[in-house]
T-cell receptor, first 115, second 114 residues
Framework: NAGVTQTPKFQVLKTGQSMTLQCAQDMNHEYMSWYRQDPGMGLRLIHY???????DQGEVPNGYNVSRSTTEDFPLRLLSAAPSQTSVYFC??????????????FGEGSWLTVV | AQSVTQLDSHVSVSEGTPVLLRCNYS??????LFWYVQHPNKGLQLLLKYTSAATLVKGINGFEAEFKKSETSFHLTKPSAHMSDAAEYFCVVSPKYNNNDMRFGAGTRLTVKP
């Protein structure tokens, strides 16, 4: 059982480039989300999805785009990378996000550096 | 609005001694509270959660936490530290019926000395 799989694990981008972080889960979870982790700030929610075809913004959505065409996949797109987007990105999933207390499963992270 | 304050950015203990990681929360409604652990270069793993049942919550690996509404605290404890407990720990608060507004503390790095 793979759980939540993120690719790539490491990426270096130049300012202005675009890229997509991939996320896939094999647990048939309705809820998926993307977080970024910065030193001394914990994790902050970027975007989330409560099911295929439904996405919404989190706490820090600017500069990022998402889509959810299937239950399994939830890619995160950086439209024009900026140094401020240097961070560690985590994808997560759970059963219905509408019920708090459901265990959220995290991927192992993607380290992104924008130069 | 809700927020979490982890009172110590770094805690160092000796193996076999008790662990106390402190967390205070602020929430305008009845919250759910979680502790997650993150080992180096890994994702986050749920240690335990409080949703609305018993105020003393037991988690994996011998950890437990007590929800104290009067003190708005949810401190994480373990009677005896093990070397494998060395990691980053995050306290998290969310509204009881909405995982979409989880707020993470800044984290506490636990070091365990032999």
């Amino acid at each position: 059982n793979a759980g939540v799989t993120q690719t790539p694990k490491f990426q270096v981008l130049k300012t202005g480039q675009s890229m997509t972080l991939q996320c896939a889960q094999d647990m048939n979870h309705e809820y998926m989300s993307w977080y970024r982790q910065d030193p001394g700030m914990g994790l902050r929610l970027i975007h989330y999805s409560v099911g295929a075809g439904i996405t919404d913004q989190g706490e820090v959505p600017n500069g990022y785009n998402v889509s959810r065409s299937t239950t399994e996949d939830f890619p995160l797109r950086l439209l024009s990378a900026a140094p401020s987007q240097t961070s560690v990105y985590f994808c997560a999933s759970s059963y219905s996000g509408g019920i708090s207390g459901n265990t959220i499963y995290f991927g192992e992270g993607s380290w992104l550096t924008v130069v | 609005a809700q927020s979490v304050t982890q009172l110590d950015s770094h805690v160092s203990v000796s193996e076999g001694t008790p662990v106390l990681l402190r967390c205070n929360y602020s929430s305008s409604y009845s919250p759910s509270l979680f502790w997650y652990v993150q080992h180096p270069n890994k994702g986050l793993q749920l240690l335990l959660k409080y949703t609305s049942a018993a105020t003393l919550v037991k988690g994996i690996n011998g950890f437990e936490a007590e929800f104290k509404k009067s003190e708005t605290s949810f401190h994480l404890t373990k009677p005896s530290a093990h070397m494998s407990d060395a990691a980053e720990y995050f306290c998290v608060v969310s509204p009881k019926y909405n995982n979409n507004d989880m707020r993470f503390g800044a984290g506490t790095r636990l070091t365990v000395k032999p």
